[in-house]
């Protein structure tokens, strides 16, 4: 983890600590003798039931997911084992995230029926164009230890993307994926690929938060019938997200966490989330958000947080 992401996380722990709400959600620190941050950690866990959303082909996927973005060795293969655990059956992954090993040994010692899970892995710049896709994918199934992916995703409109395209097309009709998308691509770009694809993209995987809304997106998403997925759906904390005023007085009001309140701001939108965490009283947390809703006044304050740009201008 970075010196960035470890700021992130205390920041978020030191708002879980101080929130006199969230208790009611569930969780409890034991404060007196903890011998370390989360030591004493008392979780009531929940049987979750997360719903699916239908994508363009038919195919259903979870509207919220585990990212595994930053993890690495041992503390992925845990987090992704204790994530299914946990309820959670869609898990997000990438070559360029240098996990995927990772990742396939947590599917297999969580010991869950493949059938149960939706597994996605994207295609990197390096590996772009018509032979190059084919040979990275069957790369990725390899390290991730599966005969098939249920989503793959395009990371980024870079390269020969439509040589990228007609490959991961073949694959889609050959049943070797049984969903094709795309990533970070803006509406030009979109409408550049729809232009010769001869099956259209599920998904646009984008950054998405209460500080980067994506209200244009969301709307030409909509239209053309492409589901919306958020990566960084808390912006890694950046900018204050954890302890930002308004998503604290909106959490405190629902006996909730900021985290919690910007799930729950996704999920009625309509766009799959897929946050991350190695903590485990995090990746239980993240699955409560639907035992509440967020009503018009909450969404119009949320609404205000947009600052319609980038938190990461290290990925444009």
Known sequence: ?????????????????????????????????????????????????????????????????????????????????????????????????????????????????????????????DDAGYENAKKGFEETLRKLQLEYLDLYLIHRPRGDVKGSWKAMEELYKAGKIKAIGISNFDPVQLDALLSYAEVKPVINQIETHAYFQQTNDFKVLKQHNIQMQAWAPFAEGRNGLFTNEILTKIAQKHGKTTAQVSLRWHYQRGIVAIPRSSQKVHIIENLDIFDFKLDSADIKEIEKLDLNKTQFPEWT
């Open 1 to 125: 983890m970075s010196s960035q992401n470890q700021k992130n996380e205390i920041s978020r722990r030191s708002f879980l600590q101080t929130s006199a709400k969230f208790a009611a959600a569930g969780i409890y620190l034991g404060v007196f003798g903890m011998p370390e941050l989360f030591g004493n950690v008392v979780v009531d866990k929940k049987d979750v039931q997360i719903p699916d959303v239908k994508l363009n082909n038919g195919v259903k996927m979870p509207i919220l997911g585990f990212g595994t973005y930053g993890l690495s060795g041992e503390v992925c293969q845990q987090s992704v084992a204790e994530a299914i655990s946990a309820g959670y059956r869609l898990l997000d992954t990438a070559k360029v995230y240098g996990n995927e090993e990772a990742v396939g040994r947590g599917i297999k010692q969580s010991g869950i029926d493949r059938k149960k899970l939706f597994v996605t892995s994207k295609l990197w710049v």
